[in-house]
């Protein structure tokens, strides 16, 4: 009798295992498919790298780079400046001012004495590309400062990643 009710148990015992079988595996299910959803994962981006040690116009402070990505950026150019030693900063060739657009859209200038001029623009717009203030506005009533693309610099390797 002993042995029958030790049986029924173990049943028991296996029955309420198999009930909760579809709710574990529907959980296991759910977290999967949602962890794809998370807030923290990065947005997918368009990266390029740059070996600077290539560039010889990257050698000096204040040197700077023009170039096209393909479709990055609306495949409008960049513009690379070596800031410090080790310190790149890059952002969109682009006018950010809501100026008429041209046949081209309204491009910077080459970076001077550590300033910006959209040549194009009406109202001369210049910013600053010392890395302070890098971006800001300094004169010509621009609407908004330089868009930067996103950047980062391996020392090790020479490489500068853009993140577009």
Same mark, same amino acid.
């Given at each position: 009798m002993e042995k029958e009710l030790l049986n029924v148990n173990q049943r028991r015992i296996v029955l309420k295992a198999l009930g909760l079988f579809p709710?574990?595996?529907?959980? @296991?299910?759910?977290?999967?498919?949602?962890?794809?959803c998370s807030s923290t994962s990065e947005p997918s981006s368009n990266a390029v790298d740059l070996?600077?040690?290539?560039?010889?116009?990257?050698?000096? $402070?204040?040197?700077?780079? =023009? =170039?096209t990505y393909g479709s990055n950026n609306n495949g409008d150019p960049i513009i690379i400046i070596k800031t410090f030693e080790g310190v790149? =900063?890059?952002?969109?060739?682009?006018?950010?001012?809501?100026?008429?657009?041209?046949?081209?859209?309204?491009?910077?200038?080459?970076? @001077?004495?550590?300033?910006?001029?959209?040549?194009?623009?009406?109202?001369?717009?210049?910013?600053?590309?010392?890395?302070?203030?890098?971006?800001? $506005?300094?004169?010509?009533?621009?609407?908004?400062?330089?868009r930067e693309i996103p950047s980062s610099y391996n020392p090790t390797t020479g490489i500068l990643t853009l993140k577009f």
């Amino acid at each position: 009798m002993e042995k029958e009710l030790l049986n029924v148990n173990q049943r028991r015992i296996v029955l309420k295992a198999l009930g909760l079988f579809p709710l574990a595996t529907g959980s @296991i299910l759910l977290n999967a498919s949602l962890s794809g959803c998370s807030s923290t994962s990065e947005p997918s981006s368009n990266a390029v790298d740059l070996k600077v040690t290539d560039e010889s116009a990257l050698n000096n $402070v204040d040197g700077f780079l =023009r =170039r096209t990505y393909g479709s990055n950026n609306n495949g409008d150019p960049i513009i690379i400046i070596k800031t410090f030693e080790g310190v790149y =900063r890059c952002i969109s060739a682009s006018c950010p001012k809501n100026c008429e657009k041209k046949p081209k859209a309204p491009e910077l200038g080459n970076p @001077i004495s550590k300033q910006i001029i959209c040549e194009t623009c009406p109202m001369k717009a210049t910013y600053s590309t010392d890395d302070t203030s890098f971006g800001n $506005v300094i004169s010509g009533q621009p609407s908004q400062t330089l868009r930067e693309i996103p950047s980062s610099y391996n020392p090790t390797t020479g490489i500068l990643t853009l993140k577009f």
